[in-house]
């Protein structure tokens, strides 16, 4: 089992920045990626930014350019950093774990944190 903590969403004028951060606890075993996702309203839930295990990273395309997302293995955390926010990334931002076990993945979600771009 894994559990993620979010923090750092928020109200932002478009332009803005926000940086949103993962607390993750539990087990680390077979962890094959950690990342970011987001669902706006009336929307499916949607990938943002991972890291997969080995160190590749993969954007989404409507975000690539104006987000980079880190991750501290010391501290288990993985973070965010959105630059330049648009009306559209309004959402709210789910923190994830994928584990695979033989041929199984396993998905964890945090509990999700608001992110509004308005002016």
């Known amino acids: 089992q894994v559990q993620l903590v979010e923090s750092g969403g928020g109200l932002v004028q478009p332009g803005g920045s926000l940086r949103l951060s993962c607390v993750a606890s539990?087990?680390?075993?077979?962890?094959?990626?950690m990342g970011w996702y987001r669902q706006a309203p009336g929307k499916e839930r949607e990938l943002v930014a991972t890291?997969?295990?080995?160190?590749?990273?993969n954007y989404a395309e409507s975000v690539k350019g104006r987000c980079t997302i880190s991750r501290d293995n010391a501290k288990n955390t993985v973070d965010l950093q959105m630059n330049n926010l648009k009306p559209e990334d309004t959402a709210v931002y789910y923190c994830?774990?994928?584990?695979?076990?033989?041929?199984?993945?396993?998905?964890?979600w945090g509990q999700g944190t608001q992110v509004t771009v308005s002016s």
């Open positions: 994830n774990v994928r584990k695979k076990i033989w041929t199984t993945y396993s998905d964890y």
């Open positions: 539990g087990s680390f075993f077979n962890i094959v990626a």
């Open positions: 890291i997969i295990s080995g160190g590749n990273i």
